[in-house]
């Protein structure tokens, strides 16, 4: 157990604090799918706004500590510092779409997200705040650039999954026409909240867009890595391969939609299967199956 002034040095407690603050505009953002109240979406977003802020703090706190301990690397490598960084991006993701577009329906699955990252992180008995030296082969700004491109397609694809499941929401609800009066009422309401379909189907092809860049730079940067640390470009580790699956149905989904004009719900769909293709590679595969990413002991869980 790390002390309390411990937790205050190395950030890690602010972390805990956002997730209060990220779990209220998720508390926010339900309230306003059933009032389609717009001052309580506003509220729950600058509530989310707030958690962001006091996270980047508690990164730049956990970094300097990080160096004043001796280590030279921002601590991103394991398993703790992962999952804050995965809620991080997911929420800068969220934020930038909400400035573009009015997206306040999505910010209820994202903060969802978020909050259970940052749940994850905060409770999981593995995923301990503790900084501590890595192996050699992880000591590497490389392997940091590596990790960020790798999270920021993350985040970019998280967005895309609540994206998919709002348009599916939105064009399965709205052809529904056996529903008593008041009932339809209601989910006219409802739909009322989501962005037209066509605009959600050109975001999700946008932000997925965006997530494959990201991806396959980090897919690259990490081949790069992975040869001046163990001597060979790809090894067919199981997030190697894992990477590759994913990379290959995000690629196939660009592909359709160019070759075979693949829209509307089997884009949806595709955004919302890939990302669980995604979470079991981040998370699945290190927890599950041993292989050269996998570092898990007690106090430390690399997932890279």
Same mark, same amino acid.
Not at 55 to 71: N, P
Not at 102 to 117: K, N
Not at 137 to 145: E, K, M, T
Not at 281 to 287: A, F, K, M, N, P
């Given at each position: 157990?790390?002390?309390?002034?411990?937790s205050?040095?190395?950030g890690s407690l602010?972390?805990?604090v956002?997730l %209060?603050f990220?779990?209220?505009?998720f508390?926010?953002?339900f #309230?306003?799918l059933?009032?389609g109240?717009?001052?309580?979406?506003?509220?729950?977003?600058?509530?989310?706004?707030?958690g962001?802020i006091?996270?980047?703090a508690?990164?730049v706190?956990?970094?300097?500590?990080?160096?004043k301990? /001796?280590?030279?690397?921002p601590? %991103?490598?394991?398993l703790?510092?992962s999952?804050?960084?995965f809620?991080?991006?997911?929420?800068?993701?969220?934020?930038?779409?909400?400035?573009?577009?009015d997206f306040?329906? $999505?910010?209820?699955i994202i903060?969802?997200?978020a909050?259970a &990252?940052?749940?994850?992180a905060t409770?999981?008995?593995?995923a301990t705040?503790a900084i501590?030296?890595?192996i050699? &082969? %992880?000591?590497?700004? *490389?392997?940091?650039? !590596?990790i960020?491109?790798l999270?920021?397609?993350y985040?970019a694809?998280?967005a895309?999954f609540?994206?998919?499941? =709002?348009?599916l929401?939105?064009? /399965?609800?709205s052809k529904n026409k056996?529903?008593?009066?008041t009932?339809q009422?209601?989910?006219?309401?409802?739909l009322?909240? $989501?962005?037209?379909?066509?605009? #959600?189907?050109?975001s999700?092809?946008?932000v997925?867009?965006?997530?494959l860049v990201?991806?396959?730079?980090?897919i690259? #940067?990490?081949?790069? +890595?992975a040869?001046?640390? @163990?001597g060979g470009? +790809?090894? @067919?580790?199981?997030k190697?391969?894992?990477? $590759?699956?994913?990379?290959?149905?995000?690629?196939?989904?660009? !592909?359709a939609?160019f070759?075979k004009? +693949?829209g509307g719900?089997?884009?949806? *769909?595709i955004?919302? #299967?890939?990302?669980?293709v995604?979470?079991?590679?981040? =998370?699945?595969?290190?927890?599950?199956?041993?292989?050269l !990413?996998?570092?898990a002991t007690?106090?430390?869980?690399p997932? =890279?």
């Amino acid at each position: 157990m790390i002390s309390p002034n411990i937790s205050v040095l190395d950030g890690s407690l602010y972390f805990t604090v956002s997730l %209060l603050f990220v779990f209220a505009s998720f508390i926010g953002y339900f #309230i306003f799918l059933f009032t389609g109240s717009k001052m309580i979406s506003k509220i729950s977003f600058v509530i989310l706004i707030a958690g962001f802020i006091i996270q980047t703090a508690a990164f730049v706190i956990r970094w300097i500590y990080a160096y004043k301990i /001796g280590i030279d690397t921002p601590p %991103l490598v394991d398993l703790y510092d992962s999952m804050v960084f995965f809620a991080y991006v997911i929420e800068i993701g969220y934020i930038i779409l909400r400035i573009f577009y009015d997206f306040d329906a $999505l910010g209820f699955i994202i903060t969802f997200i978020a909050s259970a &990252a940052l749940a994850f992180a905060t409770f999981y008995p593995l995923a301990t705040s503790a900084i501590e030296p890595t192996i050699p &082969a %992880l000591q590497s700004y *490389w392997l940091i650039y !590596h990790i960020m491109t790798l999270f920021v397609a993350y985040g970019a694809f998280a967005a895309s999954f609540g994206l998919g499941i =709002l348009y599916l929401i939105k064009t /399965g609800k709205s052809k529904n026409k056996d529903i008593e009066n008041t009932k339809q009422k209601k989910q006219n309401r409802f739909l009322s909240l $989501l962005p037209e379909s066509a605009v #959600i189907e050109e975001s999700i092809y946008k932000v997925i867009s965006v997530g494959l860049v990201f991806l396959t730079a980090g897919i690259v #940067i990490g081949a790069a +890595w992975a040869d001046s640390a @163990w001597g060979g470009y +790809w090894s @067919w580790d199981p997030k190697e391969t894992w990477s $590759l699956i994913t990379w290959i149905a995000y690629i196939l989904f660009i !592909h359709a939609r160019f070759t075979k004009g +693949w829209g509307g719900k089997k884009m949806a *769909w595709i955004a919302v #299967i890939g990302f669980a293709v995604v979470i079991f590679c981040y =998370l699945g595969v290190d927890l599950i199956i041993p292989g050269l !990413h996998s570092y898990a002991t007690p106090s430390s869980t690399p997932i =890279l």
